[in-house]
């Protein structure tokens, strides 16, 4: 049995202005602490993440960076327990004061949601 690769290929990113336009065209929304997900089903045969952290919420770069880091790597190793979906992260408050650990539960709560979703 083989087993499956937990790489983070470009074909599991959102790239393109038009791959996030239609990521907000209805789906299905959840709120999990700080962050929002947009989820949509797509005709691929793996899960897409972009993110959409946003300088007024995160204060610098240094915590803006941080966020992203953690999210793609909670995504990277949830992605075979996901379905076909296309995923927008959005950093709804301020998150200076949001340590790992606290950032980390929240993704888990929101992989549990969208793997039933």
């Known amino acids: 049995m083989e087993q499956p690769s937990y790489r983070f290929p470009k074909r599991l990113k959102l790239r393109s202005a038009f791959e996030y336009r239609q990521s907000f065209q209805g789906p299905v929304k959840l709120v999990t602490g700080n ?4 989820a949509k089903p797509n005709e691929l045969d793996y899960p897409r993440l972009g993110l959409a952290v946003s300088r007024k919420k995160t204060g610098n770069a240094v915590v803006r960076n941080r966020i992203k880091r ?3 790597e909670s995504f990277r190793l949830q992605q075979h327990e996901l379905k076909s979906i296309d995923m927008v992260f959005i950093v709804l408050r301020k998150m ?7 950032l980390q539960t ?5 992989w549990q949601r969208l793997s039933k979703a």
Do not use: P
């Open 70 to 72: 953690i999210i793609r």
């Open 106 to 110: 929240w993704l888990n709560t929101l």
């Open 35 to 38: 962050i929002k997900v947009f």
């Open 96 to 102: 200076d004061e949001v340590d790992n650990k606290k």
